[in-house]
């Protein structure tokens, strides 16, 4: 795509700040000073993602027949992480500095060495100055600002991180390390466990260590006989779970791009080998409108094909749904045609018979896998950079979060114009009325300009404001986010009024039990 073209994102530090400021997220631990790459949700952060989670899930468990849903531990037998290839493979190769003890990602530090001084990174060896190569690279590190080395390891995964990191062994002793400087400390690359370790049982002892999840979706393989049995699904059908995984990842930042705990929302669609082609397709293009459905415009996504090498062994194809976050365009979420390896591998190493009896066909088989993983922390990151906006209002400029109303956090704002008690009392039988249906929030404090600044800035599709006519004449006023319009109307039509504009039988809301509402059409 051309640079003018290019779709842009709001600067990372106008987001960090309005999360913070109106109580979307905060630091973990802050008051300790932070516990690095953990994240808390506030008041309205909370309701995000929650809102994010219950769209997901409404799109693809509740609404479809061929989709049913889990909930699975997140601490699993350990031989689960073991038949997955996790325990083997689920590591990244660090380096650590002898002189500064710092420890990087292997492939990290290669790459940003190489790529500056000027040379495309499998060519490097036979072409590159070590000299040369040092100098810059120690500029080169010191000028990055971390969201752009996240993007260079990037770059090294595609580059092909094994051959990477052969070449990166033999010349370890030429580069100098990224944060002090000092040459010819750095070890050699060592392999890392990303999955956290704890243990079972009161006992701190080898034989009981288990691991938090690295992933939601073996709790889902895991279970695949035990959904077939209960629910008697036939083929092509998928279990969906939303939860939390951890990694502890060399490389944090980005603000809750990438953190250490993290929440995930994963299905596994298991396809009759020979429609996996047709059926990866089909979840490609059903991912990406659900993201265009909920506001995100379709040119800040984009898929990106997984080079032939990139893959894993099992894997027949791989894409990422990439969206321009502040730092560029970064994946979203991960879509996979994973073969049968999972399924393969815990048959194998649990002993049990896995496979699916196909009545048409009269034969066994073990399914083929279509994999749609979107992370939950990344997606809120993403609605809320696409929903971002500053804007003229009268001689100033207006923060607004256009997030759809499905998303935000508040529905509705009641604002009376006064604190003056006949009014203040009329305002508050009218939230009470509406927050039957829909989150409210009551606010008298300062003027109703700033009042209305204050809703824009944390999403709220509609105000509705209660003034002195009101009493009078029994109407109230309700203000669009979006258009800034204003309309009058009668109380007795304001909860169907504020349905309707809310995108009426579209509208999703949860009443205090937790339940999809369906509302029903006039
Ligand atoms: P990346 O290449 O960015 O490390 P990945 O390819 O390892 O991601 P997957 O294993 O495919 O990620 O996980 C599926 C989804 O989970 C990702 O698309 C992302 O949205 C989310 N995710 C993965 N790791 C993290 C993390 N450390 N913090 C937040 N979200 C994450």
């Known amino acids: 795509m051309e640079p003018e073209n290019m779709p842009t994102a709001p600067e990372m530090a106008k987001i960090v700040s309005l999360c913070q400021r109106r109580g979307f997220i905060f630091q973990s631990s802050e008051i300790y000073g932070g516990l690095s790459s953990c994240w808390d949700y506030g008041p309205l952060g909370v309701e995000l993602k929650r809102n994010i989670k219950e769209a997901w899930w409404r799109a693809n468990v509740i609404q479809r027949d061929d989709v049913a849903g889990i909930d699975s531990s997140i601490l699993m037998h350990p031989k689960v992480w073991e038949a997955s290839g996790h325990i083997q493979g689920f590591s990244d190769p660090l380096v650590e500095c002898k002189a500064c003890n710092q420890r990087f990602r292997a492939d990290h530090v290669w790459v940003l060495a190489v790529k500056d001084a000027g040379h495309d990174v499998q060519g490097y060896i036979s072409t590159l100055e070590p000299a040369d190569l040092i100098r810059k690279a120690v500029d080169f590190s010191n000028r990055l600002p971390e969201h752009l080395r996240v993007a260079e390891s990037e770059q090294a995964k595609r580059f092909g991180k094994k051959d990477l990191l052969q070449n990166l062994t033999s010349e370890i002793a030429k580069i100098p390390c990224p944060a002090c400087e000092v040459v010819g400390k750095l070890t050699e690359p060592r392999q890392f466990n990303l999955m956290f370790k704890t243990h079972m049982g009161p006992v701190e002892e080898q034989a009981n260590v288990v691991y938090m999840r690295p992933e939601t979706a073996q709790g889902i393989f895991v279970n695949f006989q035990n959904v077939l049995n209960s629910t008697r699904k036939k083929l092509p059908f998928g279990i969906a779970q939303i939860g939390k995984a951890f990694r502890n990842e060399i490389t944090t930042g980005n603000f809750i791009f990438r953190s250490r705990e993290f929440e995930q929302m994963e299905i596994e669609f298991f396809v009759k080998p020979g429609t996996e082609e047709e059926w990866l397709n089909y979840w490609l293009e059903r991912r990406l409108k659900w993201y265009v459905d909920l506001g995100i415009k379709a040119e800040s996504l984009r898929l990106r094909k997984h080079q032939e090498r990139e893959l894993a062994h ?46 048409e066909s009269k034969e066994h088989y073990l399914p083929f896998v279509i994999e749609p993983s979107a992370g939950v922390d990344r997606s809120v990151l993403a609605f809320l950079c696409g929903a971002y906006a500053e804007e003229p209002d009268k001689d100033e400029t207006r923060v607004v979060l256009h997030l759809h109303p499905n998303l935000a956090p508040v529905k509705v704002a009641v604002l009376p114009l006064s604190r003056k008690d006949p009014l203040v009392e009329m305002a508050k039988d009218v939230q009470v009325n509406l927050r039957t249906l829909f989150p409210t929030q009551y606010d008298d404090a300062q003027s109703i300009g700033r009042r209305y600044r204050r809703q824009d800035e944390i999403g709220t599709p509609l105000c509705v404001t209660v003034d002195f006519q009101s009493l009078e004449d029994n109407q109230v006023t309700i203000r669009d986010r979006d258009s800034m319009s204003q309309i009058r109307i009668p109380v007795a039509v304001l909860v169907e009024t504020v349905f309707k504009k809310l995108g009426g039988e579209d509208f999703l809301t949860l009443p205090p039990g937790g339940s999809v509402v369906k509302v029903e059409k006039e």
């Open 314 to 359: 099992y894997a027949k194809a791989c894409y990422d749904v990439e969206f321009v976050f502040p730092m560029g365009w970064a994946e979203l979420e991960g879509i996979a045609s994973r073969g049968n390896f999972d399924l393969t591998q815990h048959a194998n190493a649990s002993g049990k018979d896995l496979s699916y009896y196909d009545e």
